[in-house]
């Protein structure tokens, strides 16, 4: 009896103690959700991500807690994952890939008190942000570099699917380049993957093969560069700092750089003031960054690094006319700058490309 | 180096792989066994490889970790499928399954690491001549090794008697087992070589192909070294043909794609493909010899009566 009594006195005095825990929920920390596509040790871009939301814990301490899910297969098992974030009271949650796009919607649908961002998507709605970088910008900055450093004059881009994010990087890059060097050259080899460091290595094996000096990249493996690396050539590393990989071949890295905009975002949040946006940000934002310029001569770096103010600071813009297509039309005329719109779904080479764009 | 010079070179890094997997599943596959493992195997191998050569500092050390890996992976394939007497299509996809799955695992801190690269044998004098010497005498060892398997598991199989026991096996289990050869011991044998070599192209990939490790690295080729056995209608001399004709097409396709020729890169990644459905098809309509190939037994469960 005398111990029914002591566990009943000490329940009691545990649920006081809950209780009191319950009135301190108030200022409980926001748990801020993330879902990966890749694993974050892939050195590229899931792990850029993961440094957001690590930014985001040192920014804000104690006001906040973090939860991630990595390796979420894009499709039916992101609604799932994204669900499960939902239901353990996540109040903010970035799904990192564009293949979340129809699987964040649907949750935010069913949560409409848990707010949504998205990365690289173009569906919005009352609780869903959408946001993603400017990393053409950078792209214009190593086509400058790549022109300088380049003997041959021809550079080698490793590309993955022929779409406007893609086909955009190629003609930043080679605009880039023909700001330093008219006549130079870029081929282009497509390996339909993402990811298949074997087939990148492979293409960029025959680019170098072909004459290239120079090897960049839009494809998630480290691959490309090692190549340059063993081969002699020099490159930039793609989404991360790939230096200890190739530690004589990168030039530099686009970096992309989600932490002030994860902050930002996690603070609006904290205060109210969070609203449903659709971000574009570049340099200027944060959102892209250059690494270190290394194994280059002085005054390519000098130029570089003015390039990468003026584009921070809005002086200029990479895609400013005069521009013409591949086959020489004119797409932008001197004075003006191409819109937003057509940047975003942009499906035609600028002219110097040794390439047939894949339809 | 001359432009076909790179060609050749980068042909034999893309075939060497498919040959080291596709020769040790010819092997597997003559005594009867299907294993649709290969992928995981290779995967594990590549992981196990990588992740030695990583702590060690030795690559050869790592070449030996994924031949253990591959040969770990194939005795667990071995003991569900002839032990247990399980079926081996749903064995053999689910060893691919667990493979990726624990080579995930494995790898998890191993990821986003340089690697240690097998270095060129480099032979001193004739690796200068001029051409010749690269192709021939500037490869890693693996290379040589690829090589090598063929012309030794082809005498194997034609010419001796541990062959003609393989083939007996493969074509018929019940004879070979009433003439008194025990056929679960030769498919562990056939199985554990078949693990060996998918686990060294699996070390080939993450060792000398592009030396690091990334999840599902060996993205398919298991599955085309599956696909070339077939191919060679198991013949092993065939298989190096069919490995190197798939790495030509490809690479050719790439060196197509960066001169500039107007095929669309989706077609030109697609015709190893084609080009192997069409030399399957012109090979099937020979019936009489893809019939003398082809082990009898294979995918068949034995299971010996007491």
Known sequence: MRKILKLAVATALLAAGAMTAGAANAADPLKVGFIYVGPIGDHGWSYQHDQGRLAIEAALGDKVETVYVEKVAEGPDAERAITRLARQGAGLIFTTSFGFMEQTLAVAKKFPDIKFEHATGYKRADNVSTYSARFYEGRYVIGQIAAKMSKSGIAGYVASFPIPEVVRGINAFLLGAQSVNPDFKLKVVWVNSWFDPGKEADAAKVLIGQGADIITQHTDSTAPLQIAEEQGVVGFGQASNMIKFAPKAQLTAIVDDWSTYYIDRTKAVLDGTWTSTDTWGGMGAKMVGMSEYTNMPDDVKAMAMETQAKITSGAFHPFAGPIYKQDGELAVAEGAVLNDGTLAGMNWYVKGVDDTLPQ | ?306
Not at chain 2, 164 to 179: C, K, M, P, Q
Request: aromatic share 8%; with cysteine; net charge neutral.
């Open chain 2, 1 to 306: 180096m001359t432009g076909l010079e790179a060609v050749i070179l980068t042909i034999i890094t893309a075939s060497t792989p498919l040959l080291l997997a596709a020769i040790g599943e010819l092997v597997v596959e003559r005594s009867g066994v299907l294993n649709l493992g290969v992928e995981g195997m290779m995967v594990v191998g590549a992981v196990c490889g990588f992740a030695t050569a990583y702590t060690t500092g030795s690559p050869y050390l790592g070449v030996l970790a994924g031949i253990l890996a591959g040969m770990a992976m194939s005795l667990l394939f071995g003991f569900l499928t002839q032990t247990l007497a399980t079926n081996q299509v749903a064995s053999g996809l689910a060893l691919t399954l667990l493979g990726l799955g624990l080579s995930g695992l494995i790898g998890e801190s191993f990821t986003g690491l340089p690697g240690v690269k097998l270095q060129p044998i480099d032979i001193p004098v004739l690796s200068e001549i001029p051409f010749l010497g690269p192709i021939l005498f500037g490869q890693d060892i693996l290379v040589y090794i690829s090589v090598a398997l063929v012309f030794v598991v082809s005498h194997v199989m034609a010419r001796t008697r541990t062959g003609l026991v393989i083939r007996a096996v493969g074509d018929n289990h019940h004879s070979a087992h009433a003439l008194g050869y025990n056929v679960i011991a030769v498919r562990y044998g056939c199985i554990l070589f078949g693990g060996a070599c998918a686990g060294l192209s699996g070390a080939y990939l993450s060792l000398a192909y592009t030396p690091q490790w990334i999840e599902n690295m060996t993205s398919g080729r298991g599955w085309i070294a599956l696909a070339l056995v077939v191919f060679a209608t198991w013949i092993a001399r065939r298989v190096l043909i069919g490995a190197y004709l798939f790495g030509t097409v490809w690479i050719m396709g790439l060196y197509a794609q960066a001169l500039g020729i107007g095929i669309p890169s989706q077609v030109l990644s697609s015709f190893p493909y084609l080009i192997t459905i069409l030399v399957l098809v012109l090979i099937s309509r020979n019936r009489t010899l893809t019939k003398i190939n082809t082990p009898a037994c294979i995918g068949q469960t034995f299971v010996p009566d007491r």
